[in-house]
């Protein structure tokens, strides 16, 4: 419970969605659900990294303000690399592709919205597309 406190739920599933999408490039797909799994496991991971930090924390007396929790230099600039491969990478994909990528993971849509913007039948049918798209897209950064 103390470690409840920290973050909300819904912060570490969106952490672990955007530390997936900067390393992206390196995610291979080998089954249906693996993008699932990998953030299946992300988060599992982020909230043991969580227990170990405010366990450290606890441990030494040490309050939350004076523990670094800030990136490294070397983190900041993987991630400044990563962002720009995956503008390029979604610059070449079509407009459609785009508009489903961006308005999940930028804006945040529901697939029942993401339905709605992008014209299409039903939230299943936003996510299957979308499935393809983010397929795309790392084929793209791979290449790129």
Partial sequence: MWARSRFDTV??????M?????RLDGFEVR????????LQQGIQ???RDELRHLARARKTGLSDDLIDSRPTPLDEAITLETEARYKQALSRLSAREQELIVGRFELE???EQLALATRRRSAAAARVALSRAVARLAGEMDRG
């Fill in 11 to 16: 912060d570490l599933v969106q952490e672990t």
């Fill in 31 to 38: 089954r249906r659900s693996a993008l699932k799994a990998y």
């Fill in 18 to 22: 955007l530390h997936t999408f900067r």
């Fill in 109 to 111: 849509y529901s697939f």
């Fill in 45 to 47: 991971n982020r909230i």
